[in-house]
């Protein structure tokens, strides 16, 4: 592959289907950056802007834009106070009419704020206010909100409306904007600018599940490597042989060891939503139906008819009852029993107990689901997890969130490499420079081993806001992003609002590949309120969409672009920094199940 590929990637797209396959590193240059177009699927928001207990009324687009922004506390409070933003706010008045219309064109700003603070406060949520004027004093209070969005708003295209998510780090915020039609009646790329936007920001009940003591623990250590200028430190390097990536005896061990013959976690308990849900699998060399059976129980079977062995389920997902084999229509229930199948008396007698599809073992877990794809396997789910990260991935419930989109990246990279993106925030300062570093501080991170699984912490701006809160409201969420690497291939990255789930699988045949199966889940815990869960919904989706972009558009194409050298030969060996703890923890924990030396720690790597 020329390096010119390198620069390719990925087939543009208008709009986003909630499933999709794109291919990574190979095929036409046309961009390297793909376009991120939004869905206009939330007209919701524009038609019935009811966020809480507020409302925003009387926006008149025309007659001046308005905005909204998230209030946290009385700290911003007080920031606003300081700007002196007069004729700042408007039209707001409480949902239920206890404090109707309690600000217009506000002389009473500070009444105004005082009674929105109380209110959110009261109600563990967070404010909506609105900025008449944007540009002005708006800009000034809204900070680096305005910057972000405003870089956003440039950079996209001249629709009609639009609608993103930014995040600085303290709380995402979800945007819609109108722009003015021209003179010729039109809009314009130039009519993209945030003093044309309107800007709803949604609330958000910030959700997190690990004991407190815990996410103090942790937050406290992002801080202490903030305030000292310190990351997570491996004590040494460690040099990685690019071989690795590329020899075909060691993928074909992995693919033994870890794929065919090791328990697999094939999704969250989302992916089955409900009794008769099945999706088939195939990615571990034996075709697999996943399903949940009438009484709801998880079950997994061997996707190959017992007749003459044809797939008995094409389809990748859906609700049936029954399975049935189009080529002579024998039929399965959705447990695998054979309770079908046409001209018995021609075909001869056989016992029909004897051959349901065949079952592999199944064990649904914390929300999470696994099955080993052969039939004798063992599943010990606790000693897989350990019991510490067991305990902590069940106070998640990741058993209540929904499936809420899903995507394939076929990827020209070795599956290890597309792990190893997602073990260190070295990178975000350069390779993220104007998006993830945004909203994290890079190069602080945070690592904790659970056997061959591990607990990685990105460090979110946000921090720089809980740390000044009483510690007793510090949530994790806002201070940091978990990612949990689970052994072998899963990377489960927790949010506000749901989970990004991500499969990294080989290719058996070539080394040089790997596909990435990412599903979105959302939590519909995060508000009682059906429009709020419908707001939360939709920017998961947001974040959703700019999370995938980004690991499709520059993560995974460094991931390529490191295979080229890996297939070249070019290197010998790369190197693993002391702040790259996670990646040291991942190879050596992966050579140890193959039975492979260990990577020795040096302190020296000029040696
Ligand atoms: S192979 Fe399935 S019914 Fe014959
Ligand atoms: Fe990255």
Redesign the pocket.
């Known amino acids: 592959m020329s390096n010119c590929c390198l620069e390719a990637i990925i087939g543009e797209q208008s709009s986003r289907p909630r499933e999709q396959r794109t291919v990574v590193g190979e095929g036409d240059l046309t961009a390297r950056r793909s376009r991120v177009d939004v869905a206009s699927k939330d007209a919701s928001l524009v038609s019935s802007p009811h966020r809480g207990d507020l409302e925003l009324s009387g926006i008149d687009c025309d007659g001046g834009p308005l905005a909204c922004q998230p209030v946290h506390s009385s700290d911003n409070l007080a920031k606003r106070r300081a700007v002196g933003d007069e004729g700042f706010v408007r039209d707001l008045h409480h949902k239920d009419g206890r404090c109707d219309r309690v600000g217009r064109q506000v002389d009473r700003q500070e009444s105004l704020f005082q009674t929105l603070d109380e209110t959110v406060h009261a109600r563990d949520q967070q404010l909506v206010s609105c900025a008449h004027e944007v540009v002005d004093g708006g800009r000034r209070d809204l900070g680096q909100r305005c910057d972000l969005l405003d870089g956003q708003l440039r950079q996209r295209d001249g629709s009609q409306k639009f609608q993103g998510t930014v995040d600085d780090g303290v709380s995402p915020l979800c945007f819609v904007s109108f722009p003015k039609a021209g003179d010729d009646g039109k809009t314009h790329l130039r009519d993209h600018k945030l003093e044309n936007t309107l800007i709803l920001v949604l609330g958000t009940k910030r959700w997190v599940a690990m004991k407190h003591e815990t996410q103090v623990r942790l937050i406290e250590e992002l801080i202490s490597r903030l305030d000292s200028g310190t990351n997570v430190d491996a004590g040494g390097f460690r040099r990685n042989p690019t071989s690795v990536y590329v020899d075909p005896d060691l993928a074909a061990k992995e693919w033994e060891t870890f794929f065919r013959n090791h328990p697999q976690i094939v999704g969250l308990s989302g992916d089955l939503p409900e009794p008769g849900s099945f999706m088939t699998i195939d990615d571990f060399g034996v075709p697999i139906i996943a399903s949940r059976d009438a009484d709801g129980r998880f079950t997994a079977m061997v996707n190959a ?1 017992r ?4 797939l008995v389920v094409e389809e990748e997902r859906g609700t049936s009852r029954r399975f049935t ?1 189009r ?4 039929t399965y229930d959705n447990g695998g029993a054979l309770v079908g199948m046409p001209k018995r008396e021609h075909f001869g007698a056989i016992d029909t107990n004897c051959h349901g599809l065949i079952r592999l073992p199944a064990v649904e877990k914390y929300g999470i689901l696994w099955v080993h794809p052969q039939p004798d396997g063992v599943i010990d789910v606790d000693s897989l997890l350990t019991a510490e990260l067991a305990t902590e991935l069940s106070s998640w419930n990741f058993g209540e969130l929904q499936a809420d989109g899903r995507m394939t990246f076929d990827v020209a990279c070795n599956w290890k490499l597309a792990i190893d993106t997602f073990g260190e925030t070295y990178h975000f300062p350069s390779l993220h420079q104007n998006t993830i570093n945004l909203g994290f501080h890079g190069n602080v991170s945070g690592h904790e081993k659970f056997g061959r699984n591990h607990r990685f912490l990105l460090c979110r701006r946000g921090i720089d806001h809980v740390r000044t809160l009483p510690q007793e409201q510090w949530k994790l969420t806002e201070a940091a992003t978990p990612a949990y690497w689970l052994f072998p291939n899963i990377q489960l990255i927790t949010t506000d609002f749901g989970a990004f789930f991500i499969r990294v699988c080989p290719d058996p045949k070539n080394p040089a590949r790997h596909t990435s199966k990412i599903t979105i889940f959302f939590r519909p815990g995060t508000s009682e309120r059906a429009e709020e869960l419908d707001a939360h919904r939709e920017l998961q989706r947001h974040l959703s969409q700019l999370f995938t972009d980004i690991i499709r558009d520059e993560d995974y194409v460094m991931s390529a672009s490191q295979q080229v050298t890996a297939n070249s030969g070019a290197l010998t060996h790369i190197v693993f920094g002391r702040n790259e703890l996670a990646l040291h923890h991942y190879h050596n924990t992966y050579r140890a199940a193959l039975g492979m030396e260990s990577l020795p720690l040096l302190s020296d790597i000029d040696a």
């Open positions: 008819c007749h003459r062995g044809a084999c080529f002579h229509n024998w």
